[in-house]
């Protein structure tokens, strides 16, 4: 812990070559004779060198850019997209000389004067108005509403999944069990899940979920190859499918996706 | 060009007097002196958005989007005010309104990463040592900054402004605006300290 009565804000000024001459001069001079204060100036120094770093990527960037043809392409899009500009109305020059003639507190009394005469009007004349539905009116912002349909998105692709899940497993049986198929019934839920996944599919592109669309893709695949096999599923194309489960890893998949989406990554 | 000073990242500053009557000449409908107002601003403005979304295609939209607001509002600019402070302020809450626009669809699920690309368990344990890199440390860190001390310390690292054209942009005292560079700072070194081999 550094005792020093030097106050680090200097350093730190110092670093970043802020500090006016003579207060640089002072600073210099500590730093030399203090070692502690040296010691935490180097550790500063060292922060202010991983900014540096990071403006690396931001001269890349700059570099990066046509900044020679980026004015004409700004100016069409504002001249095709704007209205005029604006004129500052008659309150607005009006305020605008109270302002330039350094009345900033005189126009602080006006609008606060103002402010507490209609708080004052409002609560002396206001009428207690019987509002329809008992007052109880629920509002939500955009960004609210598009969060809910986001989880909602979520939901319902981590129940598709789930459900996927459980057909498939009855269809080619746990790798390690060998549990016979049940075809008839997880054929008509397989069918279900088909006509689901459309629905589904605007929500995964809404929302842009890459991943979790891919793999219901994958899973999509899977189901229509099987409802296109009518009775019962021959040994040989189960055991391809299995296989192909298998390779894929398309139970693990499955569960990190599902993990991911239940914790709203 | 004369008029003109070079700042830093190569943009370019005019004096308040030459800014007023670009503005004057914009209203009037001079595409050349709107056109004149991005050249000299343009790179300023991308950097300050850069440094909020960290991505270019985003950041030009930004930078965009700021010109317009600037065209639109070049009526109420007041002569004698700090313009480069109010550019900056306006581009930098463009900037933010656009990261929380696109936040929720910007995640993870944004960069498709083929299926066959999803890192199982085992591969999983390797990211460990991706995160020892210094720099995306330090952009977690500069993240991990209560809002205004990272909006300090982008205006003076990212866009090397001084502290009184911070204080401008964001309609703070220049006190205010080293303390909060003093913070935001000390902040970073307690985090950073196990990637800079520093003691505690």
Redesign the interface.
């Known amino acids: 812990m550094n005792n020093c009565p030097m106050k680090?804000?200097d350093w730190?000024?110092y670093l970043?070559g802020?500090l006016e001459e003579g207060r640089r001069t002072t600073v210099a001079e500590h730093l030399k004779e203090c070692p502690e204060c040296r010691k935490d100036a180097e550790?500063?120094r060292?922060?202010?060198d991983?900014?540096?770093?990071?403006?690396g990527?931001?001269?890349e960037?700059?570099r990066?850019?046509d900044?020679e043809a980026?004015?004409?392409?700004?100016?069409n899009?504002?001249?095709a997209?704007?209205?005029k500009?604006?004129?500052?109305s008659a309150g607005?020059r009006v305020r605008?000389w109270f302002?330039?003639a350094g009345l900033r507190p005189v126009a602080a009394g006006v609008a606060m004067g103002v402010l507490l005469g209609s708080l004052g009007m409002y609560l002396v004349l206001r009428r207690p108005v019987p509002r329809p539905n008992g007052g109880k009116t629920y509002y939500a912002s955009g960004?609210f509403l598009?969060?809910a349909e986001?989880e909602m998105a979520r939901r319902e692709t981590v129940d598709y999944l789930e459900q996927s899940q459980y057909v498939l497993l009855d269809f080619l049986g746990t790798p390690s069990s060998q549990a016979a198929a049940r075809p008839g019934l997880s054929m008509a839920q397989a069918r279900e899940l088909l006509s689901k996944k459309k629905y589904l599919n605007r929500e995964l592109d809404k929302?842009?979920?890459?991943?979790?669309k891919?793999?219901c893709d994958?899973i999509e695949m899977l189901f229509l190859e099987l409802a296109q096999v009518s009775g019962d599923l021959p040994e040989a194309e189960l055991a391809k499918m299995r296989n192909l489960v298998e390779e894929?890893?398309l139970f693990?998949?499955i569960n990190?996706?599902k993990r991911?989406l239940q914790n709203g990554? | 060009m004369d008029i003109l000073d070079k700042g830093p990242?190569?943009g370019l500053a005019a004096n308040p007097d030459d800014i007023a009557s670009l503005l004057e000449r914009?209203?009037k409908g001079d595409?050349e002196a709107?056109?004149t107002v991005?050249?000299l601003y343009?790179?300023k403005v991308?950097?300050m958005a850069?440094?909020i979304l960290r991505n270019?295609e985003d950041?030009?939209d930004a930078?965009?989007e700021t010109?317009?607001r600037i065209?639109?509002?070049?009526?109420?600019y007041?002569p004698?005010n700090n313009f480069q402070g109010w550019l900056l302020q306006i581009a930098k809450n463009v900037s933010i309104d656009y990261y929380?626009k696109h936040r929720?669809?910007r995640?993870?699920?944004?960069?498709?990463?083929?299926?066959?690309d999803?890192p199982?368990p085992v591969v999983d344990k390797t990211s460990d040592s991706r995160d020892s890199d210094?720099?995306s440390a330090?952009?977690r860190c500069?993240e991990k900054l209560a809002a205004k001390q990272k909006m300090v310390?982008m205006m003076?690292?990212?866009n090397e402004l001084?502290?009184n054209e911070i204080s401008a942009a964001l309609e703070i005292s220049v006190g205010t605006a080293?303390?909060l560079?003093?913070k935001a700072?000390?902040n970073?070194?307690k985090w950073?300290t196990p990637y800079?081999g520093?003691e505690r």
């Open positions: 680090r804000s730190l000024t970043s802020d550790e500063f060292r922060v202010l991983g900014a540096d770093a990071v403006k990527e931001i001269q960037a700059l990066s850019v900044w980026l004015p004409a392409r700004i100016a899009y504002v001249y997209n704007a209205e500009p604006a004129e500052l607005g605008m302002l330039q960004e598009d969060r986001l929302f842009q979920m890459a991943k979790a891919a793999i994958q894929r890893q693990l998949k990190l996706i991911e990554v | 990242h190569g914009i209203q595409r709107f056109m991005v050249r343009q790179q991308f950097v850069f440094s270019k950041a030009l930078v965009q010109f317009l065209y639109q509002k070049s009526g109420t007041r004698g929380r929720q669809k995640q993870e699920w944004e960069t498709p990463t083929p299926l066959d999803i199982v210094l720099r330090f952009t500069v310390f003076r690292h990212y001084q502290f080293k303390s560079h003093f700072v000390r970073l070194r950073l800079l520093m």
